[in-house]
């Protein structure tokens, strides 16, 4: 069966230090892959997609970065962390040409202080 | 532009008690709808999805409903348990599209 991974769970961090979370999946081949955000009380927001190794699709202008070095592991960076950056991520898979159900992972809480 | 729209913001009902949740959207071409529970601080989970030509599923407690002709869809919790309190998130994807789109969600909270 499937699984998805996302850590750390929980993360707090200063303004303007670096991050990098990570998703990996296990049981599938060539996925697709999403990073997601979710400030509190809000929807959820796509940051980035992914068809492929290497192949990464940006949705909205931030100071976030995605990378995507393995089949199966999609990786989100910052050079350095914004207050607003603050919020829920999470990550998600997809099987290419299905009906696109997403399963997401457990999330990673992010806070910037 | 594509949207999904849904409502009630939130909604607190007794325990034992029926609810239903609505879903409209203006997604086009329509591929398929989803509803998704998500518990707090926890990913969402797929509860139930529907293509065009199915009007009606379920899942345990859970029926979701889907209007293709009106852009509406309903999901209706039966005999509603603590443990369905959480947030209820709709999504439509488009045919053709990577990027689904989602609804802000409607946070359910059944009390005892």
């Known amino acids: 069966s499937q699984t998805i991974h996302q850590w750390p769970a929980t993360l707090v961090q200063p303004v303007g230090s670096p991050l990098s979370l990570e998703c990996t999946v296990e049981g599938t081949s060539n996925p697709n892959l999403y990073w997601y955000r979710q400030a509190a009380g809000r929807g959820l927001q796509l940051l980035f997609y992914?068809?492929?190794?290497?192949?990464i699709s940006s949705e909205v202008p931030q100071n976030l970065s995605a990378s995507r070095p393995q089949d199966r592991q999609f990786i989100l960076s910052s050079k350095k962390l914004l207050l607003s950056d603050s919020g829920f991520y999470l990550c998600a898979w997809s099987v290419p040409g299905g009906l696109d159900t997403q399963y997401f992972g457990p999330g990673t809480r992010l806070t910037v202080l | 532009k594509n949207q999904v729209e849904q409502s009630p913001q939130s909604l607190i009902i007794l325990e034992g008690k029926n609810c239903t949740l609505q879903c409209n959207y203006t997604v086009s071409p329509f591929s398929n709808l989803r509803w998704y529970k998500q518990d707090t601080g926890r990913g969402p989970v797929s509860l139930t999805i529907?293509?065009?030509?199915?009007n009606t599923k379920s899942n345990g407690r859970y029926t979701a409903t889907l209007d293709a002709d009106t852009k509406q869809s309903s999901l209706h919790i039966t005999a509603s348990q603590l443990s369905d309190s959480a947030s209820y998130i709709c999504v439509v994807s488009s045919g053709g599209s990577y990027i689904p789109t989602f609804g802000r969600g409607t946070s359910l909270i059944v009390h005892p």
């Open positions: 529907m293509t065009f030509s199915e």
């Open positions: 992914s068809v492929g190794i290497g192949q």
